[in-house]
């Protein structure tokens, strides 16, 4: 961790799912060296209640919960001048480009998607923590922005992968082609 001087951190933690919130607890846990105290809350309307009572230094976020869906509750902090500072992290099963595209878009400041591996979730979530002061300092809000990229930090995204396979052929053919002038002017 940064020497910020922190002495602990206060999360709120949105998730429905029992299973997964206590793996995403305990990584929490494992992926730093101070107290984290976890607030949680099973869907989109508590984890606004609770945003209303605590002042976190996070909000984990996923986005299929009953009731309000966590993109609404995304647009709720981020439309709202007071907690729009708080950073936002959507973690979710989803890799679909467009829910990437769109908590984007309403002004989350981090997105992951579950891994099976705990070991994998536990180091995305100790560099999410360890990048948590510069995220408080970027007030994004809730401007219904339309994407025009899908962010490379989301490793299961079917876009980014298809557009590292064009430009490792493309690579491949210019250098062919330099290959073949090289040759034909030694040659």
Same mark, same amino acid.
């Given at each position: 961790m940064?020497k910020?001087?922190?002495?602990?951190?206060?999360v709120?933690l949105?998730?429905d799912n029992?299973?997964?919130a206590?793996?995403?607890?305990?990584?929490?846990?494992r992926?730093t060296?101070?107290p984290?105290?976890?607030h949680?809350a099973?869907?989109g309307?508590?984890?606004?209640?609770?945003?209303?009572?605590?002042?976190?230094?996070l909000?984990?976020l996923?986005?299929?919960?009953?009731?309000r869906?966590g993109?609404?509750?995304l647009?709720?902090?981020? *439309?709202?001048?007071e907690w729009?500072?708080i950073?936002?992290?959507?973690l979710?099963?989803?890799?679909r480009?467009d829910d990437v595209?769109?908590?984007y878009?309403?002004g989350?400041?981090?997105?992951i998607?579950k891994?099976?591996?705990?070991?994998h979730?536990?180091?995305r979530?100790?560099?999410l923590l360890?990048?948590v002061?510069?995220l408080?300092?970027?007030?994004r809000?809730?401007?219904?922005?339309d994407p025009?990229a899908?962010s490379a930090?989301?490793? *299961?995204?079917?876009?980014?992968?298809k557009l *590292?396979i064009?430009v490792?052929v493309?690579?491949?053919?210019?250098s062919?082609?330099?290959?073949?002038w090289i040759?034909g002017?030694?040659?």
């Open positions: 940064k910020s001087g922190r002495k602990s951190w206060s709120i949105a998730e029992d299973d997964h206590l793996l995403i607890q305990m990584a929490l846990e992926a060296r101070i984290v105290e976890v949680r099973r869907n309307d508590e984890a606004l209640d609770l945003l209303a009572e605590l002042r976190p230094d909000m984990l996923d986005l299929k919960m009953p009731g869906s993109h609404e509750v647009e709720a902090v981020k *439309g709202d001048d729009r500072k950073p936002v992290a959507v979710t099963s989803s890799d480009d595209a769109r908590s878009g309403l989350g400041n981090h997105f998607t891994p099976e591996d705990p070991s979730l536990e180091n979530l100790r560099s360890k990048n002061e510069e408080s300092s970027i007030r809000g809730s401007g219904r922005l025009t899908v930090m989301n490793p *299961g995204s079917m876009a980014v992968r *590292g064009w490792g493309i690579l491949a053919l210019a062919l082609v330099v290959f073949a040759v002017v030694v040659g």
